[in-house]
Antibody, heavy 119, light 109 residues
Framework: QVQLVQSGVEVKKPGASVMVSCKTS????????ISWMRQAPGQGLEWMGW????????SYAQKHQARLTMTSDTSTNTAYMELRSLTSDDTAVYYC????????????WGQGTLVIVSS | QSALTQPASVSGSPGQSITISCTGA?????????VSWYQQHPGQAPKFLIY???RRPSGVSNRFSASKSGNTASLTISGLQAEDEADYYC??????????FGAGTQLTV
């Protein structure tokens, strides 16, 4: 069955970087993409960016473009999201989702990774 | 890209129907039939309910239906059940492989 398993809780200081991983299984990795979303405490979902697992092409929300890098490793079927220059506003649960580009939908989601930014 | 507009909260009694609206603009909801809807229970990851504005994937209850007109998409839940109490989010393609979510609607049953 399709599974996306994310890495564990991260606690970072302001100014640091964080990398969250999303290991996928149960489907042909290169036939889909991965989108990353985040959800600040008590807030709604925010789409951050997308990566094609076929050719590594990326697109990022304008708000995050300067600090965000998404990559994927087709040998391990794992996607990565790195966010740099963290501030307390980046404290959130970060989700990856298998993104079916044809229907523009996240049909399977990871369990979420809590990132806490605190001095 | 601004978040799509959803009502902050809606409520209904068991057995009733409710509708959640999702209003965007001519460069997202209004320009593409690529709206999806998600249900999120507290402490859980979102669950996919609707794709391509009106289509329901297998395994999702037929009590969930959706429509779109112009810049507004809507999700209707009929025969409300206690388990439907959750947050609901719409999401639209916004061009150039970018997407935008709605602010979310809290449903109280």
């Amino acid at each position: 069955q399709v599974q996306l398993v994310q890495s564990g809780v991260e606690v970072k200081k302001p100014g640091a970087s964080v990398m969250v991983s999303c290991k996928t299984s149960g489907y042909p990795f290169r036939k889909y993409g991965i989108s990353w979303m985040r959800q600040a405490p008590g807030q709604g979902l925010e789409w951050m960016g997308w990566i094609s697992d076929y050719d590594g092409k990326t697109s990022y929300a304008q708000k995050h473009q300067a600090r965000l890098t998404m990559t994927s490793d087709t040998s391990t079927n794992t996607a990565y999201m790195e966010l740099r220059s963290l501030t307390s506003d980046d404290t959130a649960v970060y989700y990856c989702a298998r993104w079916n580009l044809l229907v523009s939908t996240g049909d399977y989601w990871g369990q979420g990774t809590l990132v806490i930014v605190s001095s | 890209q601004s978040a799509l507009t959803q009502p902050a909260s809606v409520s209904g009694s068991p057995g009733q129907s409710i509708t959640i609206s999702c209003t965007g603009a001519s460069n997202d909801v209004g320009n593409y039939n690529l709206v999806s809807w998600y249900q999120q229970h507290p402490g859980q990851a979102p669950k996919f309910l609707i794709y391509e504005a009106t289509r329901r994937p297998s395994g999702v209850s037929n009590r969930f239906s959706a429509s779109k007109s112009g810049n507004t998409a809507s999700l209707t839940i009929s025969g409300l059940q206690a388990e439907d109490e959750a947050d609901y989010y719409c999401c639209s393609f916004a061009g150039s492989n970018t997407w935008v979510f709605g602010a979310g609607t809290q449903l109280t049953v």
